[in-house]
């Protein structure tokens, strides 16, 4: 046993040590990659796809997207990044016109709402916008439409359907296995625990899917309308026919302006860039470009500065990891924002469908410590609902996107029953013997008593009680007003302003301008936080992320995302402020 003991910690040790090693030279070699200068040529096109999946921030380190099951690199691109290339682009003589590739996209509505706003002010600049595509999505023709010209694979097809929320129900299944999902929450519209208690969804839950995505399918059409110069009525006649059969039904009906093969469209645009046809075409991918220009929305050595506190993902107790943050570390960098002498003003960026009560409360707490010190400014990307807008409701001012899903004002728990599921499927059986009257309540292995379910329940209303005061306070609104809108209620950006639950609408460009203003600065720089994490401490996360999840991704395909939000549902101890969903109708 001792030598058996004795191997495994060698094998141990030195597989630590070879993943160090390997650390240090891939740091290296990124490193000197980030490094070295891009040279971009007179006459060059800035080329955007966007198949790698679009964050709020995007991250240099090799291992923060490294699949160690294929030993690949899943790049993700930050929305942070683009925006900024974008307005360097315009004012970069060597850049002729922006290149887009839209056979696939991977974002939410608000970021890709972001990025067509910010293709526009692009064009101001008197440089062309192309886009071509094999195959175009509902997503992907939203942001070409913005193009000066629009080119289709001349057998690909275009999507104009419509949108369609879909959604999936435990409670059969539960049934069959005889497992009790015990709901206690407040908040008739509060949809995250109807997938455990209903086959189908409730009317308030219907009632308020049905406006959000129809503000998200009106705020889509407009756009198309707009870019592609036909009328609001036209689109959703194409849409509600599903007249778009064929790339040549597209160019008929006026979507596309020309069906040719990438080849040809190569071609034009060399034609366009005065290059000779013989000649390669020039481009750059915006990735790449970063690192020949530099930040133009701040200057780098500007003493004052903006802070830019990414908040994404679900929200938990302790440091932040893979798909999710942590009150820990957020808390952390907001305080960090707040102790710099040198930033003037703090800008949270939140994308979170929401997650702990408890981890919401600290960060909550945290941007009241800062609001004492200096003003604080919410951006809210694609999602930003309840936890994620417990987060923000303090703060001197939010701005959201018309796309972003908002609100969600209302909390739940949730205590499995098990106990005929290992009685009669299993044959296992528990004997439980507690030192008081309730020392087993919530273990799952009995159904809760009334009193249980009454005590509980009180929880859960204090704890509302708290939010919604707090989203009162912070919004200048009654308890009365908070809780009329509220109870879990999910709002659009459009309709969440003509609430009060924000105050203007525009992305994180738009309120790192309104920040300036506030701070009065005209020139600053931007600082951003939470710090990135090194090469080695990367590495490790990503490894351990990887080997637990790629087999369960590849088992689940599409559908891994209800897979995940089943098990942290039904893991998580505690009062839940969240949404049903990460991503809504990608």
């Known amino acids: ?128 916008v192309h886009a071509y ?6 997503k992907a023709f939203f942001m070409a439409s913005v193009s000066d010209k629009v080119c289709l694979n001349p057998v690909g097809l275009l999507e104009l359907q419509g949108l369609s929320s879909q959604h999936m129900f435990y409670k059969g299944a539960l049934d069959k296995l005889e497992v009790e999902v015990q709901v206690i929450r407040h908040g008739k519209f509060k949809g995250a625990v109807e997938p455990f208690m209903l086959n189908e969804m409730s009317p308030e839950n219907k009632l308020q899917t049905q406006k959000y995505v129809r503000v998200l399918w009106d705020k889509m059409v407009a756009g198309l309308a707009e870019g592609r110069g036909l009328s609001v009525g036209k689109i959703n006649e194409i849409a509600d026919g599903l007249k778009v059969r064929s790339a040549e039904d597209a160019k008929e009906l006026g979507l596309v302006d020309e069906l040719c093969y990438r080849d040809e469209f190569i071609d034009k645009l060399k034609e366009l860039g005065d290059v000779a046809e013989s000649d390669k075409l020039t481009r750059i991918r915006i990735s790449k470009y970063a690192r020949a220009s530099g930040n133009t929305l701040a200057g780098k050595n500007n003493k004052d500065k903006i802070a830019v506190v990414y908040a994404s993902g679900g929200i938990g107790m302790g440091k932040s990891k893979y798909g999710m943050m942590g009150a820990k570390t957020i808390s952390a960098a907001i305080a960090k924002a707040r102790k710099n002498k040198k930033v003037k003003i703090i800008v949270l960026r939140v994308n979170s469908p929401g997650g702990s009560a408890l981890a919401s409360d600290i960060i909550w707490r945290e941007i009241e410590l800062a609001k004492k010190e200096k003003q604080v400014v919410v951006s809210m990307g694609n999602l930003a609902a309840s936890g994620g807008y417990y987060i923000a409701c303090g703060a001197n001012r939010i701005l959201a996107d018309e796309s972003t899903i908002t609100g969600s004002i209302g909390v739940f728990g949730l205590l499995p029953n098990v106990k005929g599921l290992l009685n009669n499927k299993l044959g296992i059986t528990t004997e439980i013997l507690n030192t008081n009257s309730y020392s087993d309540v919530g273990s799952g292995y009995r159904p809760m008593t009334e009193f249980e379910r009454v005590a509980i329940q009180a929880t859960v209303e204090r704890i509302y009680e708290d939010f919604i005061g707090k989203v009162a306070k912070g919004r200048g609104m009654t308890v009365e007003q908070v809780d009329e809108i509220g109870q879990g209620r999910v709002w659009a950006g459009k309709d969440a302003l003509a609430i009060g639950l924000v105050d203007e609408l525009g992305g994180l460009e738009k309120a790192i301008e309104v920040a300036a203003t506030m701070a009065e600065l005209k020139d600053f720089s931007i600082i951003e936080y939470p710090t990135q994490k090194d090469s080695f401490e990367a590495l490790l996360e990503s490894w351990s992320e990887n080997m637990s999840e790629a087999s369960l991704k590849s088992f689940f395909g599409k559908d891994y995302a209800h897979y995940r939000n089943l098990r942290d549902t039904m893991n998580h101890k505690g009062i839940f402020a969240r949404l049903p969903y990460d991503k809504l109708l990608e």
Do not use: C
């Not at 923060?64 to 970069?92: C, Q, Y």
């Not at 595509?133 to 509902?138: E, F, S, T, V």
């Open 1 to 128: 046993m001792a030598t058996v003991f004795g191997l495994l910690i060698t094998i141990f040790l030195v597989t630590v040590g070879m993943f160090a090693i390997l650390a240090v030279f891939i740091g290296m070699i990124a490193s000197s990659a980030e490094q070295s200068p891009v040279t971009i040529k007179d006459k060059t096109w800035l080329h955007m796809d966007f198949k790698e999946v679009i964050v709020d921030r995007g991250n240099k380190d090799p291992f923060a997207n490294f699949d160690f099951n294929s030993f690949t690199a899943v790049p993700h691109l930050g929305l942070n990044d683009i925006l900024k290339n974008l307005e360097n682009a315009a004012k970069d003589d060597r850049i002729v016109g922006v290149y887009l590739d839209m056979s696939q996209v991977n974002a939410g509505f608000a970021s890709l709402n972001e990025i067509r706003e910010a293709l526009k002010r692009f064009k101001e600049s008197g440089k062309p």
């Open 133 to 138: 595509a094999d195959n175009m999505g509902q």
